[in-house]
């Protein structure tokens, strides 16, 4: 049995649109399900084999299927992906702020939402496979993924100055501002900058935040092996005490943090950096 992640780190010009690069490669696994958690980005998925299976979506109105390429939007509930054993893909953190530039659309139009490649691709969605998937390696991979994004990229389709000041500013907080305050520092009304960011982001300043503290204690909770107590957690990533921390989880991820760690260990282990990557997990 054999799970190997890799992380990799976009060239410059891919850097405004994508964070990182993950490659997961599974072999002689038992079947079983992973859970695609409510993250601060939107996902690329580019398989190298066999199709993803999505058995649940985050909007329940989606039917399952088949992709060999997919994209999500932004999300607050889980979607359920079933695994043979066998697997390799190369997993995209995209950037809501890029979504423009990249997909040809705001990330507004995909929150909630799972959609074939070449539904927003075009053909340009089965280069991307082919060529990822007959390159020799990791590095060769991503540099794939890096030359046709940099492509594909339209640098002139941009948010407003507001709505990426207010979302980095969220971030690096990590979820710690409230909506009064970005729009105070924004110069707008609480209401239209939660309107206006509902367009580009795909969810509103506040639940925006819920999702990004929810990220950043799934992340610590990966770094340390499952090992950080939640109690500190709890405090670390701002929540009021670890019953709400536990709260946030099973709504968000649909279990508790011990159950959810236990179900996706083999998913969710820390990604090797490889040379010339700079990202942690």
């Known amino acids: 049995m054999e799970s190997v992640h890799v992380r990799w780190r976009p060239a410059p010009a891919v850097r405004p649109y994508a964070d990182f690069y993950t490659g997961y490669e599974q072999r002689g696994l038992p079947p079983g399900r992973h859970r695609g958690l409510p993250s601060p980005y939107l996902t690329l998925v580019i398989t190298l084999d066999a199709p993803l299976r999505i058995v649940a979506h985050p909007d329940p109105a989606s039917r399952p299927g088949l992709f060999d390429t997919v994209i999500g939007g932004l999300h607050t509930t889980p979607a359920i992906i079933e695994q043979s054993g066998d697997a390799a893909g190369i997993q995209v953190a995209l950037s809501p702020l890029g979504a423009r530039s990249l997909l ?7 929150a909630g939402a799972d959609l074939d490649g ?6 340009f969605a089965a280069e991307l496979r082919e060529r990822a998937a007959l390159a020799a390696g990791w590095p060769a991979r991503f540099r794939v993924v890096d030359e046709l994004l940099t492509r594909r990229a339209n ?4 948010p407003a ?13 990590g979820g710690a501002v409230g909506p009064a305050e970005l729009a105070d520092e924004t110069g707008w009304s609480a209401r239209y900058l939660s309107r206006r960011f509902g367009i580009e982001i795909g969810l509103s300043p506040k639940v925006a935040a819920r999702v990004t503290r929810f990220d950043r204690a799934r992340r610590l909770l ?3 092996g499952g090992g950080y107590p939640l109690a500190e957690l709890a405090v670390t990533c701002g929540y009021y005490d670890q019953a709400h921390l536990t709260r946030e989880f099973a709504a968000l991820a649909g279990l508790p943090p011990g159950k959810w760690w236990a179900a996706e260990f083999r998913n969710v282990q ?4 490889l040379a010339g990557a700079d990202s942690a997990a």
């Open 118 to 123: 070449a539904d927003v691709f075009g053909p």
């Open 104 to 110: 040809g659309l705001p990330a507004g139009e995909l």
């Open 222 to 224: 990966i770094g340390s």
């Open 161 to 173: 100055p507001e709505v990426v000041f207010a979302w980095r500013r969220l971030c690096a907080s």
């Open 155 to 158: 640098p002139d389709w941009t």
């Open 270 to 273: 820390s990604p090797v950096d």
